[in-house]
């Protein structure tokens, strides 16, 4: 009997961690899908599916710091089409890659400094910031490579982004993603610094009156997180082995739909990095999915709708049926409850 | 070549000359049935591409082979496009009908498909070469872009300033029109008339509109606009038909009769042109099943019979060419419904 | 159990049998109350006694797991605060509940604003009804205002025009005089005695235990959520009251130890915040407590925020142990041994969301590391260690800080504090709204920490506090500091005079 | 959320009424300073080019505004109970193709404007009813409902459009038509702006919609409904989108499944820039409303200065960026100036 509740209550505050219960419908669905999708489940699928997931993965790390720090940026995408159109226009120059990439990483660096300087400095609204930048560098990677298309990269280059190792599940470049993930993990979780964030996130002026340099932790967080979505943005212009000004378009609505989805609150303070990627891959996952078996894109709309909705609900709704029955608990037992009748 | 060592341009030049074809074209080789050929276009939901692809239905139900279609929901949604090409090869269909978003993107996708052994069409708006078996080309865009021209100085006379409404500034297929177009102008029978503008209203009803305006406003003495895109086309007549620049400023281009009847009707329109989608369709189907079948491996000079379209001949790079388009104009109009 | 008898007129108000639980909390356990009209009635209770659950409770803000509302003695249930307002009840929550963004105007009259024709908004008669209020209170407040940059005295202000706004049988106050001057005490004591001769009932809660014998009738004593009694004030004493409140008899309120005090610590000089303070000068030995006194809006808040760097100074120096500080820079602060109990808790000292153990564990966050990464082992017993000394009342170290009452979490925020070891502590207000009890154990705390050789600057704007506790007392008024006081030489006449810009 | 931190107590301590005059007049410069912008933005344009204030110019600008202003009118009023709703383009395009496909039949069109209105109360409806009952975060919520009606409206839609053909010539007249430079259309909007200005000034629940944003528990407190309140917002904002819809088939004589496609953002932009603060209980209509015209004549203004549309998007995120950058500078500076005053008079 005490083991039966014991177990029912473990299981009931995993349900109210919602990250736990986005990891374990990951599981599910891939475990689901190996059992019963054609094409799932070989190796060349799966490398698909984590290749083009790994961009909204990649951008995913920084943006769930930055959001648990109880900012947002939204110009992420904007940041990799920048990137990825530099890249292409210095290349068409003639300049060597390896030389490129660096250039590339820093102008990710510069934007991110931006967005940074524009908030911490002037203390302006980062959602109107980054709508701002969205714009501005989307607009500047037209001007810099126009209507140009540059496909022509060293094959090495496009074979690292797009290629795995042997016959296995595995691209290459999900072996770098994973090492950064591990960083972020401890970053986040396990520093000083993330737990400052957490603080920061909850309430930024309590965080100051602790000593924490909310300024500079923020300043930080969006050049990381300009880097990261340059880094992106080369990697998806090799990946796709094709750098245009329109690369990445709207990529800053998956990001910030998986990271809703696996549970950081935005209105900060609130969050796990597992969580985070583990609602970007339950995304990739259900869209690839889903195309397998012949569900429109226009159905796949609505299935991402219909998961972000109830990742906010859901655990309301756990909350509630577990206060509901720690209220019945309680009222069953006291002695008496008195009727009481409205005047 | 380079000082330090690392990669240049230079040093990747261009290796995408090899043709993807392989094998011998038989000619007399009978056309298989129960096929699958998926149907990829740049966008579902989008009429002209819906047109198109029922053609290619239509076709394969002729043929004894099924059809499908998937794609994604946004024009823009290159990635998406991408994992549409790995879903058709995890599905092993026989061949697909692609138009691709970008020349580039699709291509380490489609070469994992013709590596299992799925012959790649493209249609619409191409891929480089190397990375498909055949493209079918909805007209030669000599064709499109000089008849555009010639279709508005009969409009204005041959005489004044025009502007061209295109799509985004990275279409493809539009920029090679735009540059035909600029190459008729060159003609000295259009002496009088000056291109004096290409604006960009990215396929999107409001900023097409708003270009639109922005051209009458610059160029007060605007007597024509091409815009060779059916979205620019149909915001630019809707704008001019409830301005008073109705009738004054010529437009043509490239629309569909069903989104320009009343424009024609209402005289802000005389004439456009397009080619007919469903046959674009019908024809890469058609290709799609010729290749499976071996009849063609996609190399210049191959022939094949498209059943009642007639014969084509494969041009350079793979292309095979629709033909001429039709210009509508108040008298036509009416026999055609796309 | 004994309940309160009914005798004389019927209660406006009872509660009967109620029982509240957060949870594990029992905050409420079969509570009785009566009100009467034309009587004022004392709450009294250590911290997280369940005064405020009850006030709620009445309020129509938490529903009771059991027992009844009785309204003219027949019972009613409120679904929601708008209910309990219906029903003639006016509330002032312990927390002021303000509307940053609307003018004063608008805070005192939403949801009742005087209407015209159509509904629309009589704005006119709105502004005049508020300027009114602003004279029955005494106070200039400019009614078109925004209530956002309003000090906490005004907010309660504020909060107290709303209630009085509408002609309440029942007037319920959560600690209205936390945040008040003596004259604005006494003018609010003014409007409450009013009230009750015009019948009013009123519940009135206050940690200042001469307060409620000042102005109440009769008083009911809660001790950790159960009721312990409700009798008359007449011909008790404070030492009866606080006896019941916590169960044995009280240690001394101002436990201050004699010390010598040593080198000087904290060296503010010449310091300037345009606007908000000038010229400020003054040091605090090792072993000193000083206190800080003033009138609400002085500006020793500001002055203590320059010092510990959340806010830039203009001009001036701040040196601890004779090494200067960087303007604007409170880490660099706390590293040099400074530490700062700021006057909000709920905004400045605490993330609300935040365990007890991690909220804690906020200052120590340079110190409770292992090769770069968090040592959760040190830090949970850090925050155990400071949690347990301090008394702080929870449940576990993992709840969060907001299910604490109000004056667990001022303890917290001294553990927090207290936990870096500093070298000089300066406390804001760090009695607001705290009971006896725990009032006399931060005295102790204080004084034990002047003992071991921290310098401490006391700012409090509870003169008996001040001068029961400070070695030495230094009085702001308008920005500038007008009067340093020796321990032997501080009256309350001395400092008020000082503070009000009376004395030179 | 707290990613946007709300402009810091303009007045100081000392409480004169001098003071709060001059904080008073600030947040009308606010509206004031946007407006300025404007007419500088269009003086200088008409300066380097005559044609671009002629009748029709006018026109064109007023109806550009049109649907944009009506949408962040709906929009503020949810913004300002500290909520967002990013589905409106989703609800302007399924509004439109509704109406498109009634008009389509030979409908009336008073009845199509009225279908189109009540699909976007629907929407709106849901959209409330998930944020005030389920007490979740709007921002994922209405991104969430973003998806889904847009995937529905697609499903539904599939390759079909409405063109101008389909549609009464009546209809359509009147998506242009107008008394002399100023449009039916630009009327409509102009009436529902001023109708909710009023409203919000002069109503109790107008006014608890700015209380419940300022601050939601002190609200509840006051026994404010505020689900009651932010159902209703939403419902409005509803409305409005569908309108707009309406609106925007009039305008365009054209609906396909893409429709409003990618409008919540233009929507935000011109709200953030018309002064009205995300962590809710301040801004105006007027602002929003001024925003909107503010963004939409931009995209006039430069094709119509021949500047090229390459420029066009970076131009228009750096004026954003500058719009809300001043105006926070302008905030401090006053907030500082009015310090220095109260010390001086203190
Ligand atoms: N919302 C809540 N959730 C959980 N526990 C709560 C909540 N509100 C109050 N409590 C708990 O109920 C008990 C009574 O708290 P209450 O605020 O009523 O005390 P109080 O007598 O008003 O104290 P104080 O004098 O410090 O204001 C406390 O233990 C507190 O932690
Ligand atoms: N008080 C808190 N404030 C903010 N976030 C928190 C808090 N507690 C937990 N979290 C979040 O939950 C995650 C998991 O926390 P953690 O692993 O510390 O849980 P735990 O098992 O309760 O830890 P511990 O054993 O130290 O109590 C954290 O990384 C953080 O994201
Ligand atoms: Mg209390
Ligand atoms: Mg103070």
Redesign the pocket.
């Known amino acids: 009997m005490a083991d039966f509740s014991l177990s029912r209550a473990i299981r009931w505050s995993a349900l109210k961690r919602w990250d736990a219960v986005v990891g374990a419908l990951l599981i599910v669905v891939l475990l689901l899908s190996f059992g019963t999708v054609d094409g799932f489940g070989n190796a060349l699928n799966l490398s698909f599916l984590i290749g083009n997931t790994l961009p909204i993965a990649l951008i995913a790390l920084p943006m769930t710091l930055l959001v648990v720090s109880g900012e947002i940026d939204l110009s992420v995408a904007s940041t990799a089409g920048l990137s990825g159109a530099v890249m292409g226009a210095l290349w068409n120059q003639g300049m060597t890659i390896e030389t490129i990439i660096p250039i590339c990483l820093l102008l990710g660096v510069v934007c991110g400094l931006i967005n940074g300087l524009l908030v911490t400095r002037l203390g302006l609204p980062s959602l109107a910031v980054t709508i701002g930048t969205l714009a501005a560098y989307r607009g500047i990677a037209q001007i810099v490579l126009g209507s140009d298309a540059v496909t022509d990269f060293p094959t090495q280059y496009l074979d690292f982004a797009a290629g795995r190792i042997g016959d296995t599940f595995i691209p290459y470049a999900l072996l770098p993603f994973l090492a950064l993930l591990a960083i972020a993990v401890v970053a986040l979780?396990a520093t000083p610094f993330g737990r400052s964030l957490?603080a920061t996130g909850?309430s930024e002026e309590a965080a100051r009156f602790a000593g924490i340099r909310v300024k500079r932790q923020k300043l930080i967080l969006f050049t990381v997180t300009g880097l990261m979505a340059s880094l992106t943005g080369i990697f998806w212009a090799l990946h796709y082995a094709s750098a245009r000004f329109d690369n990445a378009t709207g990529l800053e609505l998956s990001v910030v739909a998986a990271v809703l989805l696996g549970g950081i609150d935005f209105d900060g303070?609130?969050?796990?990095l597992g969580g985070a990627i583990a609602g970007v891959f339950l995304l990739g996952a259900l869209q690839n999915v889903m195309s397998l078996q012949d569900v429109s894109a226009q159905s796949q709309i609505v299935v991402t709708g219909v998961l972000l909705v109830l990742s906010v609900l859901g655990p309301r709704v756990a909350r509630q049926i577990s206060v509901a029955r720690a209220g019945r608990r309680a009222a069953s037992a006291p002695v008496s409850k008195a009727p009481s009748p409205t005047p | 070549a380079t000082a330090c060592g690392g990669t240049t341009k230079e040093d990747v030049s261009d290796d995408s000359a090899s043709a993807a074809t392989a094998g011998k074209a038989d000619p007399n080789a009978e056309l298989k049935k129960g096929l699958t050929v998926g149907f990829l276009p740049k966008q579902v939901n989008n009429p002209y591409f819906t047109s198109a692809d029922k053609g290619g239905e239509a076709a394969l139900k002729e043929l004894g082979s099924s059809y499908k279609e998937v794609g994604p929901s946004s024009a823009t949604d290159t990635s998406g496009q991408v994992s549409y090409v790995n879903t058709l090869t995890q599905q092993q269909v026989d061949a697909m009908a692609v138009s691709a978003q970008d020349p580039g993107a699709l291509c380490t996708a489609l070469k994992q498909a013709m590596k299992n052994d799925i012959k790649v069409v493209t249609y619409d708006s191409d891929t480089k070469a190397d990375c498909r078996n055949a493209f079918v080309s909805q007209a030669s865009a000599e064709d499109l872009g000089r008849t555009e021209v010639q279709l508005l100085a009969e409009q204005i006379g041959y005489k004044g300033e025009i502007a061209i409404l295109s799509a985004a500034q990275t279409a493809t297929n539009q920029n090679i029109w735009i540059d035909f177009m600029k190459e008729e102008l060159k003609d000295p029978k259009y002496k009088d008339m000056k291109l004096v503008k290409v604006a960009y209203g990215n396929d999107d009803a409001q900023q097409s509109f708003q270009q639109t305006q922005g051209l009458l406003q610059e160029y007060p003495n605007l007597k024509g606009i091409i815009s060779p895109t059916t979205v620019g086309i149909k915001a630019a007549a809707q704008y001019l038909s409830g301005s008073k620049y109705k009738g004054k400023v010529k437009l043509t281009g490239l629309g569909t009769p069903n989104d320009m009847r009343k424009y024609v009707k209402n005289g802000t329109v005389e004439g456009f042109e397009l080619w007919d989608p469903s046959k674009l369709g019908e024809l890469a189907a058609r290709t799609a099943v010729a290749l499976v079948s071996g009849q063609i491996t996609g190399k210049e000079g191959e022939t094949f019979t498209a059943g009642d379209m007639g014969e084509f001949t494969i041009g350079k790079d793979g292309v095979i060419s629709l033909g001429k388009p039709t210009v509508f104009d108040a008298k036509n109009i009416d026999q055609f419904n796309f | 159990m004994t309940h309160p008898s009914t005798t004389g007129p019927a209660p406006v108000l009872a509660l009967k049998d109620i029982s509240k639980s957060f949870g594990a909390v029992r905050a409420l356990r079969d509570v009785s109350l009566e009100l009467f009209p034309g009587e004022v009635h004392a709450l009294a209770g250590e911290n997280g006694a369940g005064k405020s659950t009850l006030i709620k409770t009445l309020a129509g803000v938490h529903r009771p797991d059991a027992g009844q509302v009785l309204l003219d003695g027949a019972p009613v249930v409120f679904h929601g605060p708008g209910d309990a307002r219906d029903a003639g009840i006016a509330v002032i929550y312990q927390e002021p509940t303000l509307f940053p963004d609307l003018s004063i105007t608008e805070n005192i009259f939403m949801g009742r604003q005087p209407r015209r024709a159509l509904g629309r908004i009589d704005h006119k008669a709105t502004h005049q009804a508020t300027l009114a209020l602003m004279q029955r209170l005494g106070v200039e407040l400019d009614p078109d205002r925004p209530a956002r940059g309003l000090s906490i005295a005004d907010q309660q202000i504020v909060e107290i025009a709303k209630a009085l706004s509408f002609d309440a049988r029942v007037l319920i106050m959560d600690e209205p005089t936390a945040a008040l001057t003596g004259s604005e005490v006494a003018r609010l004591f003014g409007v409450v005695r009013t009230l009750r001769e015009q019948g009013a009932a009123v519940l009135f809660i206050s940690h200042r235990l001469e307060e409620i014998f000042q102005i109440c009738q009769r008083v009911t004593t809660l001790r950790d959520g159960a009721w312990i009694a409700s009798e008359p004030l007449d011909g008790m004493t404070e030492d009866d009251l606080v006896r019941r409140m916590v169960g044995r008899d009280l240690e001394e309120l101002y436990p201050k130890q004699d010390v010598t005090p040593g080198e000087v610590a904290l060296s503010v000089r010449r310091l300037t915040r345009e606007g908000v303070f000038t010229d400020v000068s003054f040091d605090v030995r090792r072993g000193e407590i000083v206190g800080l006194a003033g009138l609400v809006g002085a500006g020793r808040t500001e002055v203590a925020r320059a010092v510990f760097g959340i806010d830039r100074w203009d001009a001036g120096e701040v040196s601890v142990d004779g090494k200067a500080l960087i303007n604007g820079a409170p880490s660099t602060a706390m590293a040099s041994g400074l530490a700062l109990v700021p006057e909000d808790r709920r905004a400045q000292g605490l993330v609300m969301?935040?365990?007890i153990e991690?909220n804690i564990g906020l200052t120590g966050l340079r110190t409770t590391v292992k090769a770069g990464l968090m040592d959760?082992g040190a830090e949970?017993s850090r925050s155990l260690d400071w949690a347990v000394r301090l008394q702080v009342k929870y449940a576990r170290i993992?709840d969060t800080v907001n299910t604490l009452s109000g004056g667990n979490q001022q303890k917290v925020v001294l553990a927090k504090w207290l936990a870096t070891g500093p070298k000089v502590l300066i406390v804001d207000e760090p009695t607001r709204g705290i009971d006896v009890g725990t009032k006399a154990e931060v005295h102790r705390l204080l004084s034990e920490l002047a003992a071991d050789g921290v310098a401490v600057l006391m700012i409090s704007s509870d003169l008996p506090e001040i001068l029961g506790m400070a070695d030495r007392v230094l009085v702001m008024h308008e920005g500038r500091l007008t009067a340093e006081i020796q321990r032997s030489d501080a009256t309350e006449e001395t400092v008020m005079a000082a503070a009000t810009g009376r004395a030179a | 959320m707290t990613v946007l931190t709300p402009n810091e107590a303009p007045v100081a301590e000392v409480p004169k009424s001098s003071g709060t005059r001059l904080a008073d007049r600030v947040f009308k410069m606010r509206e004031l300073a946007i407006l300025l912008v404007f007419l500088v933005m269009i003086g200088v344009t008409q300066a380097g080019n005559s044609e671009f204030l002629t009748e029709q110019g006018i026109k064109d600008l007023l109806l550009n505004a049109t649907i944009l202003v009506l949408v962040a009118t709906g929009q503020s009023l949810v913004v300002i109970t500290r909520n967002v709703d990013l589905s409106v383009g989703s609800t302007l395009g399924i509004s439109a193709f509704a109406a498109g496909t009634f008009l389509q039949g030979g409908g009336n069109p008073v009845v199509a404007v009225l279908l189109a209105v009540l699909m976007g109360i629907a929407f709106g409806l849901l959209n409330g009813l998930l944020v005030s009952l389920g007490q979740v975060p709007a921002l994922v919520v209405t991104l969430g409902t973003l998806y889904i009606i847009r995937g529905i409206d697609s499903i539904w839609v599939g390759s079909r459009q409405i063109t101008a053909a389909d549609l009464s010539d009546g209809f359509v007249d009147f998506g242009s038509g107008g008394i002399s430079a100023v449009p039916w259309l630009a009327m409509i909007a102009l009436a529902v702006l001023v109708a909710t200005a009023y409203y919000l000034k002069h109503f109790g629940s107008g006014r608890e919609l700015y209380a419940l944003g300022s601050n939601p528990e002190a609200a509840r407190l006051a026994g404010i409904p505020v689900r009651k309140r932010i159902l209703a917002a939403y419902t409005f904002c509803g409305a409005l989108a569908g309108l707009a819809g309406a609106l925007y088939l009039a305008r365009f004589g054209n609906v396909d499944s893409g429709t409003g496609n990618g409008y919540e953002l233009t929507v935000v932009s011109a709200v953030v820039v018309g002064g009205v603060v995300f962590t809710g209980g301040s801004g105006s209509v007027y602002g929003a409303a001024l925003g909107a015209l503010l963004l939409t004549s931009i995209n006039s203004v430069l094709p119509a200065l021949g500047v090229s549309s390459v420029w066009v998007l970076a131009i228009n995120g750096i004026l954003l960026i500058l719009a809300i950058a001043v105006d926070r500078i302008v905030a401090l500076r006053v907030a500082t100036a009015l310090k220095k005053r109260n010390a001086r008079h203190g």
């Open positions: 979780h957490f909850a303070g609130k969050g796990t | 969301d935040m365990s991690r959760r949970r993992a």
